[in-house]
Structure formats: C-alpha cells, structure tokens
C-alpha cells in the first residue's frame, strides 16, 4: 500500500510539472507566477499560448483579486495585446499594495476587449482556457 501511495503521489507531482498546452483553436491563459517586488506589491506573471489562428490584436482582462479569505481585495484591468496567432506570449503585471502571500485567487470576471486583427470585436470567453501554476488559482 505504502508503495502505491507514493507512486499516485509522484504521478500527481509529474502531472504538475507538466506544461499547460493550448488546443487547436483554443487560447490558454496561464497564472505562471506570483513574485514579491521591493515595493511590497506582488508581480504576475502570465503566459498567453494563442492557438486560435487569429492575432489578438485587442485583449484586455479585468481581475478580481481575492485575499486569503476569499474576499475581493481590488479589482484590475490589464491590458495584455497584442497576442500574435500560434505563439506564447509572456506579461508581467504588478498588483500594486498587495503581497503575494496574500492573494488565494485571480478570478476573470470580465474581458472588455477582445478583438481579432482585421476583425470585430469577439466573445474571447468562447475559446478561453484558465490554468495556474502559482500559489494562487485563475478562475472564471
């Protein structure tokens, strides 16, 4: 017993370590990490895998923030654009008076923009991915 325990134990593990991949067609939005500035804020860093045949010319997220409690701390709008088809895009962003120790989840609320190059604006929520690999959860 004891050795299937830690074998179910190391298979989570590796299931952890594993990349999230974005599907054909799909954009995945990935919490990578949470790390402390000098300031006292926390830095955010997302990583944005465009699998939708489609530049994303605009791309903008609004954020609640909720503490340990689980309690809205604040809200942002981060502006991630632009987001070229078939590649991953790396963005940092600050989450000013907050610590990272301090931050149970980032919960997508709302995506003001999204808009394909040459296109109209499109529900991004249709083809959106969440997944996190901080401290922290990402959830709509």
């Known amino acids: 017993m004891r050795v299937l325990g830690w074998l179910a134990a190391g298979l989570l593990a590796l299931g952890a370590a594993a990349p999230a991949t974005a599907a054909e067609g799909r954009l995945l939005v990935e919490l990578n990490k949470l790390e402390p500035t000098d300031t006292g804020a926390c830095r955010a860093f997302f990583l944005f895998r465009n699998r939708t045949g489609r530049t994303l010319e605009a791309f903008e997220m609004s954020l609640a923030i909720l503490d340990s409690g689980g309690v809205i701390d604040r809200l942002l709008t981060i502006d991630a654009a ?18 990272c120790d301090d931050i149970s989840d980032v919960l997508l609320h709302d995506i003001p923009a999204c808009t394909p190059a040459n296109g109209e604006a499109t529900d991004c929520f249709a083809f959106l991915d969440l997944a996190s690999r901080a401290s922290a959860t990402l959830s709509e």
């Open 82 to 99: 632009p987001l070229p088809a078939g590649r991953t895009t790396l963005k940092l962003f600050e989450i000013p008076e907050t610590g």
